[in-house]
């Protein structure tokens, strides 16, 4: 019988290759989108095998369909050997927040709260199975971390106390620290929150389950259509700085490869890990495991962050 991983997000970028990834190498791949027409035809695009995928719908941007989508999930019978926490949104030039339907600022709702509540549902399934080997999966980005290059640029991410989120996180609140809206920096805030939720995950579940939790920045994958919200130029820039100035351009199919490791390989299994391929650091690209940044290393700040984030999704 084949193993399962639930991607989300993966009907394009680096879900769908790590969905195409994982699927060569004999998983069966439960993609969970929003937009099922799109999810099928990037499925056939890139050549994945009918049999080796199903399609789900999710919109992380409402608690509600991610409720849903777990319902769906367990109805479809099938176990849960991993999942990978990948879809995220990217909106830097929009001046005022967009909300959730519970009227929850929608960058940090769809790329953390969505997630968090995916994964304390789906932790349920992954115990279930009878696999030895079962992985919790969380993409993480090098901009979470100013002590990198790629992180230094403003504005740096900053979840202050979580004050924004402690007072409910509803209009007009629209940041998790309560301060002014900044898109870019509510990206950043989600990634900060991705790492904390991953390393939280660990410290509460991986003795008393055995499930790994981990996370990764996969590289810059410069060409996926996360930037499709920038200006026109930046989109045609930001590839060539990538490849020629940075030297953190990675290709989709690479950066699916190294999911699929994470996901799947003996050499990953390391829980509380946070992988990273070496451009700067390592001119051979070969993995290690990487400090994440001081917030994102903050225990307490961590700690914190699960108790208001279970609130915001009502668990409990
Ligand atoms: P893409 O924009 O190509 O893919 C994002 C995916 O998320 C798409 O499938 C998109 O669906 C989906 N998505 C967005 N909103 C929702 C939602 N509300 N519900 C369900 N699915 C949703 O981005 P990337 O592949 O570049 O990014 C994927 C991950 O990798 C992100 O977590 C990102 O932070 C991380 N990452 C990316 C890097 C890069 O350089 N590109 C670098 C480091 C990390 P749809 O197709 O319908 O829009």
């Not at 050997?81 to 929850?104: D, F, H, Q, T, W």
């Not at 979580?162 to 996180?169: P, W």
């Not at 299994?269 to 650091?281: L, M, T, V």
């Amino acid at each position: 019988l084949k193993s399962t991983v639930v991607i989300t997000g993966a009907s394009s970028g680096v879900g769908l290759y790590a969905a195409k990834a994982l699927a060569k190498r004999g998983w069966h791949v439960v993609m969970a989108c929003r937009n099922l027409e799109k999810a099928e035809q990037a499925a056939q695009e890139v050549g994945i095998p009918k049999d080796n995928y199903t399609i789900m719908h999710i919109d992380l941007g409402s608690l509600d369909s991610v409720r849903q989508f777990v319902n769906n999930f367990r109805a479809s019978g099938k176990s849960l050997e991993a999942l990978v926490c990948n879809a995220a949104i990217y909106m830097p030039l929009i001046k005022e927040p967009l909300r959730s339907p519970e009227g929850y600022e929608l960058t940090m709702t769809t790329n953390h709260l969505g997630h968090f509540l995916l994964c304390n549902l789906l932790l349920e399934d992954l115990q279930k199975s009878s696999a030895a080997d079962r992985r919790l999966v969380i993409l993480g980005t090098v901009t979470h971390n100013p002590d990198e290059l790629g992180g230094k640029i403003p504005p740096r991410p900053d979840l202050g106390n979580l004050e924004g989120f402690a007072q409910g996180f509803k209009p007009p609140i629209s940041m998790i620290d309560g301060k002014k809206f900044e898109p870019v920096k509510a990206y950043k805030d989600s990634k900060v929150c991705n790492v904390l939720t991953m390393r939280e995950l660990h410290r509460r579940y991986h003795d008393s389950t055995g499930i790994s939790f981990t996370s990764l920045y996969p590289g810059c994958v410069a060409e996926t259509p996360l930037f499709r919200n920038h200006y026109p130029l930046f989109q045609k820039i930001f590839p060539l700085f990538q490849k020629y100035i940075t030297g953190g351009y990675v290709s989709q199919d690479l950066a699916g490869e190294r999911v699929a490791d994470v996901v799947a390989a003996p050499e990953y299994k390391q829980s509380g890990a946070y992988w990273s391929w070496g451009n700067r650091q390592k001119k051979d690209g070969k993995s290690f495991v990487q400090k994440v940044s001081p917030q994102a290393r903050d225990d307490e700040k961590a700690e914190r962050l699960w108790d208001l984030s279970e609130k915001l999704v009502g668990l409990e």
